[in-house]
């Protein structure tokens, strides 16, 4: 079945440096790539969408690639902030509808 | 525009009792969701709803009924609560059919289940 896979583990980062991400998916790529943020007692928010077709999607300092050789998407915060600190979920197509990696906790040291 | 919202955000119930979660969105999307969210097991899907008047089930509908009520309004009823259904539920909603765009998320509800 199609499957999304996040590293469960938390991601310390020095505070400046580039946090990145790794989400992996099992089976056929899906149309898409979706990332998330979700921080402490909140609902997730969309931050971006990486199309099968696409690359590399710039918003500021994030950077979100779709590599459909490895079926892995990256997902890069530069210069990164202690504000960045959440838990970051990726989220796929299966069949009509999305499902969601487990998320990956981010925390930026100052 | 208050996006998605939930009530209530926080509910103690006794198993065996029953109660209605209700989500509401003011961005007149077609598609609604319920999902639950518990420690190491991420977001998984409940019901959703492609459009008013559909409702399909997800990864984990058993013990849970929703209903449509109309474009804005998606609700999701426990039955008779038990222990395993205590975590946080979110609603959802996205513009187009299920899985074409991107979802918006309410702030939660978190339920224990004594």
């Known amino acids: 079945s199609q499957k999304i896979e996040q590293n469960s583990e938390a991601l310390n980062i020095q505070e400046g440096k580039t946090a990145t991400l790794t989400c992996n998916y099992t089976?056929?790529?899906?149309?898409?790539l979706q990332w998330y943020r979700q921080d402490p007692g909140r609902g997730p928010v969309f931050l971006l969408l990486i199309r099968e077709n696409e690359k590399e999607k710039r918003k500021e300092r994030l950077k979100v690639t779709f590599d459909t050789t490895l079926k892995q998407s990256l997902f890069h915060i530069t210069a990164s902030q202690p504000a960045d600190s959440a838990t970051y979920l990726c989220?796929?197509?299966?069949?009509?509808?999305?499902?969601f990696g487990k998320g990956t906790r981010l925390h930026i040291l100052p | 525009n208050a996006g998605v919202t939930q009530t209530p955000k926080f509910q103690v119930l006794k198993t065996g009792q029953s109660m209605t979660l209700q989500c509401a969105q003011d961005m007149n999307h077609n598609s609604m969701y319920w999902y639950r969210q518990d420690p190491g097991m991420g977001l998984r899907l409940i019901y959703y709803s492609a459009s008013e008047g559909t409702t399909d089930k997800g990864e984990v509908p058993n013990g849970y009924n929703v209903s449509r009520l109309n474009k804005r309004e998606f609700s999701l009823r426990l039955e008779s609560a038990a222990p395993s259904q205590t975590s946080v539920y979110f609603c959802?909603?996205?513009?187009?059919?299920?899985?074409?765009?991107?979802?918006?998320f309410g702030p939660g509800t978190r339920l224990t289940v004594l």
């Open positions: 959802a909603s996205s513009p187009l059919a299920p899985s074409t765009d991107t979802q918006y």
């Open positions: 089976n056929y790529s899906p149309a898409y």
């Open positions: 989220a796929r197509r299966r069949d009509d509808k999305i499902i």
